[in-house]
């Protein structure tokens, strides 16, 4: 079946520092690829998507590349603040139907002044 | 304006007691979610409704009942409340059930069961 894995949290940087997070996923097809950041005690919100291979999604200044070749869609913001700290959700949307969101386990990132 | 919301925001409740939670969502879109967030935050997606019809059921245990009375709408019913249910509920919309449409999440309903 579908996966996502994403890389272990806590993710502890300086503001202005460079963010990665990485994430991988296991599906059959084209997925669509998403990141979604829930800030604390507040829902998900969309930060960005790609849907076919080579797509790059962007806001906010976060920037994520859907590779088909590796399977991966890591996040990137080049210089993070003290307000993008919240954490961070990989998820995709098979091609089975239904629109089913599998999420990866979420990587926590806490930004220090 | 809310885009989708849900009520109530906190449940407090026994356990072998009956609960509902409702979400409503005004974005006029024909599909509706609902995911459960355990204390470790893993997400995990329970039911989808398109059109008023479900579409994914997933292993969930058949205390949880959802329902579907318009588009706009879609309630967790869930009978004999477990400890292991205590979790923050999340319900989402999307324009269709096709996977490029993003989802929108309201803002949860932590349930915690005693």
């Known amino acids: 079946g579908d996966s996502v894995t994403q890389m272990e949290g806590p993710v502890t940087l300086s503001e202005e520092a460079f963010l990665t997070i990485n994430c991988t996923y296991t599906a059959t097809g084209y997925p669509s690829l998403f990141w979604y950041v829930q800030y604390p005690g507040e829902g998900l919100q969309l930060l960005l998507k790609?849907?076919?291979?080579?797509d790059k999604g962007s806001n906010k200044g976060f920037e994520a590349t859907y590779r088909k070749e590796t399977t991966s869609f890591h996040l990137e913001k080049g210089s993070v603040q003290v307000s993008d700290s919240a954490v961070y959700f990989c998820?995709?949307?098979?091609?089975?139907?239904?629109?089913?969101?599998?999420f990866g386990t979420g990587t926590q990132l806490k930004v220090e002044l | 304006d809310t885009a989708v919301s849900q009520t109530p925001k906190y449940l407090v409740t026994q356990m072998g007691n009956d609960k509902s939670i409702k979400c409503e969502q005004n974005?006029?879109?024909?599909?509706m979610y609902w995911y459960k967030q355990d204390s470790k935050k893993f997400l995990k997606i329970m039911f989808s409704?398109?059109?008023?019809?479900?579409?994914i059921n997933e292993t969930v245990p058949n205390r949880f009942s959802p329902k579907s009375p318009d588009k706009a709408h879609l309630n967790l019913h869930i009978n004999s409340l477990e400890l292991g249910d205590s979790a923050v509920y999340f319900c989402?919309?999307?324009?269709?059930?096709?996977?490029?449409?993003?989802?929108?999440f309201g803002p949860g309903t932590r349930l915690t069961v005693t």
């Open positions: 409704y398109n059109n008023k019809e479900l579409i």
């Open positions: 989402a919309s999307s324009q269709g059930d096709r996977g490029w449409y993003e989802q929108y």
């Open positions: 998820a995709l949307s098979g091609t089975g139907g239904g629109n089913k969101l599998t």
């Open positions: 790609a849907t076919k291979a080579d």
């Open positions: 974005l006029g879109h024909d599909t």
